[in-house]
């Protein structure tokens, strides 16, 4: 049988360099992605696994994987060291006068992180990638989500778009339409495990960024910086526990074997080999206050929570 190996990764802001510290190990371990689907900072981890794939992939030469996951490394370490390296927290008269004038666009202005994209990512690398990726985006004028991938005209614009966090940022218009406004893919799903699975994947890892549980947290709740993270934390811990829990129960119904069931609404499909790794405890990082100190020390962790996983 043939085998069709994805990542899957979870949205999670900041928190992504847990998910990125989780994908070295795998990378190092052997793991080679032929999908990678990803929402939110997992789209901006998915678009750079691909990107460097496919400024790799020549004739007659394999991808070195474990360069990549070196590379995915120093990205983080490099590039996202303070607050300002991702977005900049705007003033309370501009914000206050945006909404008042209906022109409200966000909390932070995330110039820093559109530049960073747009500059490290180059379009005809992701064109010779070997390797299929989607990225997923939220429609604001039909609630729909999308999920694009390189062939899309403006693909980044979606990967900024899976990006950008309700009320916190400002959406992404694609194409600089003010009609095709797009945000956060985590609004609608966290984890895309239905995409993967549908898409032929038999062995999936899915990353996660959040804990089990999303754990109690003391904020300042006049705090709206604070109190928009703190929702969308709830809002995706709960999305992306239904995500893993609908995918086991999914595969609970297929054959031990893995043989094609045949039968009944799973016709079709087999039994997927599926690893999830995410943090025991939730991560205490937000986008307001974090140092380089930080992203270093949640990147090990998710590099030796995966390789405890990757031991079983």
């Known amino acids: 049988m043939e085998t069709k190996k994805a990542f899957v990764l979870s949205g999670g802001s900041i928190k992504g360099t847990f998910q990125a510290g989780a994908i070295k190990a ?3 371990n052997g793991f080679k992605p032929e999908m990678i689907y990803g929402i939110s900072v997992g789209s901006l981890n998915t678009t750079f696994l691909s990107h460097d794939a496919g400024k790799q992939n020549k004739p007659k030469e394999e991808i070195d994987w474990q360069l990549i996951g070196e590379n995915l490394k120093k990205f983080w370490f490099e590039n996202i060291q303070k607050p300002e390296d991702v977005a900049i927290k705007r003033g309370a008269v501009e914000i206050g006068w945006d909404a008042l004038t209906k022109t409200f666009n966000g909390l932070l202005d995330t110039t820093p992180i559109q530049e960073l994209v747009k500059k490290t990512i ?7 990638s070997p390797v299929s990726i989607k990225v997923g985006a939220v429609n604001i004028a039909d609630g729909k989500i999308v999920y694009a991938d390189p062939s899309f005209p403006n693909f980044l614009d979606y990967v900024l778009a899976s990006t950008a966090i309700p009320i916190m940022m400002p959406g992404i218009k694609i194409g600089g339409n003010k009609n095709q406004l797009y945000m956060d893919g985590g609004i609608k799903d966290v984890a895309p495990l239905k995409q993967a699975i549908d898409s032929g994947a038999t062995e ?3 990353i996660c960024c959040q804990s089990k ?3 109690a947290e003391v904020f300042d709740s006049g705090n709206l910086l604070k109190l928009s993270e703190r929702l969308m934390d709830i809002i995706v811990n709960e999305i992306v526990n239904n995500d893993i829990e609908w ?3 999914f595969n609970k119904f297929l054959p031990e074997d893995g043989s094609v069931e045949t039968n009944g609404p799973f016709a079709g499909y087999r039994k997927i080999k599926i690893t999830v790794v995410r943090p025991a405890v939730p991560i205490n990082l937000d986008l307001e206050n ?4 930080d992203i270093q020390a949640i990147f090990e962790s998710g590099y030796r929570t995966a390789l405890e996983e990757i031991k079983k």
């Open 213 to 215: 549980d999303v754990g």
């Open 26 to 28: 795998f990378l190092e």
């Open 247 to 249: 995918a086991e129960y």
């Open 122 to 128: 180059k379009m005809e690398n992701l064109y010779n």
């Open 204 to 206: 999936i890892v899915v």
């Open 290 to 293: 974090f140092n380089s100190e």
